[in-house]
Structure formats: C-alpha cells, structure tokens
C-alpha cells in the first residue's frame, strides 16, 4: 500500500469552488496514479480553517469516488500558512505514487514542478526500457507515443485499409477512440474500448506504425494527445520527435541511439523471447527500413535536436544508459 499526496487551492469558499478544485484535484491524482475503485482505500482531507462553506469529502463523491471511505480534518492554523487549502491523502494498493499539487498549492511543493524528459531515437536503441527505468527513479510519468502509432496502425489494419493514404486514413483517425491508462504505473493502450497493449506490440504492427505516422492527420492527432498529457504532468516521453516538435521547451532532451546490428540482435533477442518465429535478417532489414521512413518522411521526422544528449548505447547496459541520463539532468538543475 502506498500514500499519494495531493493539494490545491480555492479563490473563495464556497461551494461551487470547493466542487470544482476538489474534483479537478481527485481526477487528476486518479489518472495520474491509475487508481480504480478496486485499488483505492481511502481518502483523507484536510482544509484550512478559512474554508467553511462545505466539506471537501462531499465534493469527492459528486465527483464518482463512491467506494472508499473519506475522512475530513482541519489544518493547525500556523501563521503565514497558504490559505484556501485543501489538502488530500489518498491510500491505494499501487506500486509508484504520483503527487499532485495544483493551482496555489503548487508552490508548496516547487521541488515538483511540471517538467518533461524527451527521449528520441530509432528502434531498438532502448529508449523505452530507460524511459521506464527514469520514470520511476523520478517518480513521474512514463508515456509511450510509440504505442499510440502502434495503435492507430492496428486500427488501420483492423479496418483493412490497403495504402495508408491520407484520404483513406484520416476518416478513421478523426473518429479514433484511444486513450492512455494507467495501471500500477504501466501504460495501458485502450482503442475502440478493447485493452491492446499487448496486441499491439506485434513485428506486423512495427512496419505499419512507421508507415501510417508519417501521415500528417495522424502526427497532428497524435502530437495534440502528447502535448494535452504533458501539459497536465511531469512526464518522460519516447519518440521519435518529442525533443524536436511535441516539446521543444522541454528542459531535458537526450538522442538514444545504437549501431543497426546492435539494436537489431536485441530486437532480435526480444523478439524471440516472446515465442515469434523471427530471423535477425529480416529484423536488422526491418529496423534499417524503419530507421529510413522514420527519418525521410516531410512531416517531423526522426532527428536530434540541436540541444539533446547524445547518448550511444552499443557498449551500455541499461543501467548505464540509465545513470548516464540521471547524470547529465542532475547537473542541469
Ligand atoms: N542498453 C541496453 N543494452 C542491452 N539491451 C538493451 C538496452 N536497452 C534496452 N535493451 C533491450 O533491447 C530491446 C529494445 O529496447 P527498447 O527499450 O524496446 O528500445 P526502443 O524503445 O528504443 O525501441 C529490449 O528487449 C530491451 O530489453
Ligand atoms: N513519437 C513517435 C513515436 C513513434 N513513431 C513511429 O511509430 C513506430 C513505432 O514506434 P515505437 O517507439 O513503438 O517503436 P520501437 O522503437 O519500440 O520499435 C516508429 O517506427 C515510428 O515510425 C513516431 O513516428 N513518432
């Protein structure tokens, strides 16, 4: 069982305020930690004594926390504290808590302020496996925009689009229904309501989510999903233009990359562990392919930004990759 700490402020007390802060506070600590009704116990409360107008549990339950028990308290009224406060505690049976302070509250805890982590470079470089790794040592999000490609090329295929044109795809990613979950802190891909996570992992899917991302109404799609997560929260993003074009402000970018024979025995390696038939062949000829669409195509594609890292991992473990970035982002801040 872990504690997530959260907090936020209202502009006056009253109700609707309390409503607002508390829900917009509850929802955002429930999809940044992948709480469900399942792994939550409870949550507790406290408000500071200049909020009189309503309890901030009862805005829990108007915001659909219905299954576990709420607690309110008062905050020691200590001179020069924030006013407005409220403050949550939520325990849950998840593996990596996410705090989150918002609006006032925010400078409460300034050592969490929103910062993003972009990680680009081709297949097989490691970007994922560091991602995830870093994720956790900082305690922020991971998100795989790799796997929202992967899932806008299973529906493509799923509907039995032929060429990924843009006229023959873009009906379909207008109306796409994808969206990201979190679930003890590993990323869940949710299309058409079906869990593909796993589906979509497929070697089939790889060349088709090189193909299909190149097309303009799929990146714009995909690239505003990216930019709405990452504008909510800290976040360590791989791509393959996160530094370049998702968020060239962000404060740490690194370019992961290796030679093709070596990001293709992994691969390889991978692949293999996982019970696919594959040759290394035919998977470095992939990789090299990929590796060409993903840096030829108009539309942002695959390149080092100006100011990234380079980190080449051909003679690194993960756990090297891993130290070396934590390394190069200590010495920035
Ligand atoms: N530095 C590394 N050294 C050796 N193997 C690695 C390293 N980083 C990742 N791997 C392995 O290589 C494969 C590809 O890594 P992955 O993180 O999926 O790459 P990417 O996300 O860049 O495509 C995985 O099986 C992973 O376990
Ligand atoms: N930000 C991103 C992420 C992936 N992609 C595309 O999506 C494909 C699959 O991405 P991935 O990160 O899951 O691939 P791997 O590196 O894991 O093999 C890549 O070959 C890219 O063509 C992209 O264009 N932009």
Redesign the pocket.
């Known amino acids: 069982m872990k504690a997530i700490r959260g907090a936020t402020t209202i502009s006056a007390d009253t109700p609707a305020e309390i409503k607002d802060a508390v829900g917009e506070l509850l929802i955002q600590m429930r999809e940044q930690n992948g709480l469900t009704d399942e792994n939550m116990i409870c949550i507790l409360f406290s408000n500071t004594s200049d909020i009189k107008s309503a309890y901030p549990a009862k805005a829990a339950r108007e915001a659909g926390f219905y299954s576990c028990a709420l607690f309110s308290s008062l905050e020691p009224e200590i001179e020069g504290a924030l006013p407005l406060c409220i403050r949550v505690m939520i325990l849950a049976e998840i593996e990596n808590p996410v705090p989150v302070y918002l609006r006032g509250a925010a400078n409460l805890r300034k050592d969490l302020k929103k910062f993003a982590v972009a990680l680009d470079?081709?297949?097989?470089?490691?970007?994922?496996?560091?991602?995830?790794m870093l994720a956790r040592k900082l305690n922020i999000l991971y998100l795989?925009t790799?796997a929202m490609y992967r899932a806008c090329a299973l529906k493509a295929i799923g509907e039995k689009v032929e060429r990924f044109t843009e006229d023959a795809v873009a009906p379909l990613i207008e109306n796409i229904s994808l969206n990201i979950q979190y679930t003890d802190g590993a990323q869940r891909t949710i299309l058409d309501g079906e869990d593909v996570s796993e589906k979509i992992r497929r070697p089939e899917v790889s060349m088709a989510a090189s193909a299909i991302s190149a097309l303009p109404c799929v990146r714009k799609k995909m690239v505003e999903m990216q930019r709405e997560i990452a504008r909510k929260m800290s976040c360590v993003l791989?791509g393959r233009d996160i530094g370049t074009h998702v968020l060239p402000d962000a404060p740490f970018k690194f370019f992961?990359t290796?030679s093709s024979r070596?990001?293709a025995k992994?691969?390889y390696?991978?692949l293999r562990?996982k019970g696919y038939d594959v040759e290394y062949d035919n998977v470095l000829q992939e990789i090299e392919e990929r590796d060409y669409n993903d840096s030829h195509r108009a539309f942002s594609p695959l390149r080092q930004a100006e100011d990234a890292v380079v980190v080449n991992?051909d003679e690194?473990?993960?756990q090297?990759?891993l130290d070396f970035i934590v390394r190069k982002i200590q010495e920035k801040v």
């Open positions: 470079g081709p297949s097989g470089s490691g970007k994922s496996t560091v991602a995830k795989d790799g791989d992961v290796a070596v990001r992994r691969r390696d991978e562990q991992t690194m473990n993960a090297e990759v």
